[in-house]
Antibody, heavy 118, light 111 residues
Framework: EVQLVQSGAEVKKPGESLKISCKGS????????IGWVRQMPGKGLEWMGI????????RYSPSFQGQVTISADKSISTAYLQWSSLKASDTAMYYC???????????WGQGTMVTVSS | QSALTQPASVSGSPGQSITISCTGT?????????VSWYQQHPGKAPKLMIY???KRPSGVSNRFSGSKSGNTASLTISGLQAEDEADYYC???????????FGTGTKVTVL
């Protein structure tokens, strides 16, 4: 079964760092782009950025450039999304997605809820 | 990159057809035949319903169909059922630098 399994929910304080993960299985992890999508509470979906695990080519939405870092370790079929200094406004559900050859997000992780509160 | 514009809500009675619009620009929807649609039930991850504007992934009901005209894409749900009540989002490829842009989302209510 093709799936993306994300790490569990996180509760952090403002200013702390965080790295969440997304492990792919059931397909060739290095052959598909992986993306990250943010959904703030009660709000819509926002594309954050993508990475090609095969060569770590990474692209960011202008809205998230410099705010987060996307990386991948192809040896363990895992992609990451990290923050160096969290803000309360980073509180959201974060989904990782596989991007099909037709530029559609065909496989979604279950989501990782990140709560940032003092 | 601004979000694609969708109506906030659309409603219909069981058995009826509804259409959700998704308006972009000549830089995204109008330039590429790469619009996808996603269904999201409360508390769940989104699910791909349509890709490349009008194609359905395996397992998606043929009651869902997509189309595009100019800078506007549309999702039609025919024979509306209670289980179709959910939020729907469009998404378009927007070129290698901007990559992707989502729509604002539409809440579908089955009356």
């Amino acid at each position: 079964e093709v799936q993306l399994v994300q790490s569990g929910a996180e509760v952090k304080k403002p200013g702390e760092s965080l790295k969440i993960s997304c492990k792919g299985s059931g397909y060739s992890f290095t052959s598909y782009w992986i993306g990250w999508v943010r959904q703030m509470p009660g709000k819509g979906l926002e594309w954050m950025g993508i990475i090609y695990p095969g060569d770590s080519d990474t692209r960011y939405s202008p809205s998230f450039q410099g705010q987060v870092t996307i990386s991948a370790d192809k040896s363990i079929s895992t992609a990451y999304l990290q923050w160096s200094s969290l803000k309360a406004s980073d509180t959201a559900m974060y989904y990782c997605v596989r991007i099909s050859g037709f530029d559609a997000f065909d496989i979604w992780g279950q989501g990782t809820m990140v709560t940032v509160s003092s | 990159q601004s979000a694609l514009t969708q109506p906030a809500s659309v409603s219909g009675s069981p058995g009826q057809s509804i259409t959700i619009s998704c308006t972009g620009t000549s830089s995204d929807v109008g330039s590429y035949n790469l619009v996808s649609w996603y269904q999201q039930h409360p508390g769940k991850a989104p699910k791909l319903m349509i890709y490349e504007g009008s194609k359905r992934p395996s397992g998606v009901s043929n009651r869902f169909s997509g189309s595009k005209s100019g800078n506007t894409a549309s999702l039609t749900i025919s024979g509306l059922q209670a289980e179709d009540e959910a939020d729907y989002y469009c998404c378009s490829y927007a070129g290698s630098s901007s990559s992707y842009v989502f729509g604002t989302g539409t809440k579908v209510t089955v009356l």
